[in-house]
């Protein structure tokens, strides 16, 4: 699959994309939403990876925007630390397909992946 990943982390990133690698999945990374959001509007990806707090423009209003700009479903993974219900609930409401709280889990990440 391809995976754009947004992630302000480069640490967390790094980790992200090696694990995505050894997959046999290809990852673009962008550490924040301007950048992600001029990318996907030229590239195709089969899933995005969102971070909810990166700079510029925050995860859930990247969401937002693809669930208002593309024509199509594309799968998308929020992989935050915001771990209160009420950010979990809202994310899947406005159209994120999963949700995961750092720290993420290799073997779930990829599981999760294959799910959506």
Partial sequence: MRVALLEDDLDQ???FMNWLKSAGHSCQHF???????RNIKH???DVLILDWMVTDMDGFDVLR???ENFDWPIPVIFVTAKDQEDDIVRALEEGADDYVVKPA?????LARLTAV
């Fill in 31 to 37: 550490d924040s939403g301007k950048p992600f959001i």
């Fill in 13 to 15: 990133a790094a980790l």
């Fill in 43 to 45: 590239d195709s990806y």
């Fill in 65 to 67: 925007w693809v669930r």
């Fill in 105 to 109: 889990k290799q073997r779930e990440l």
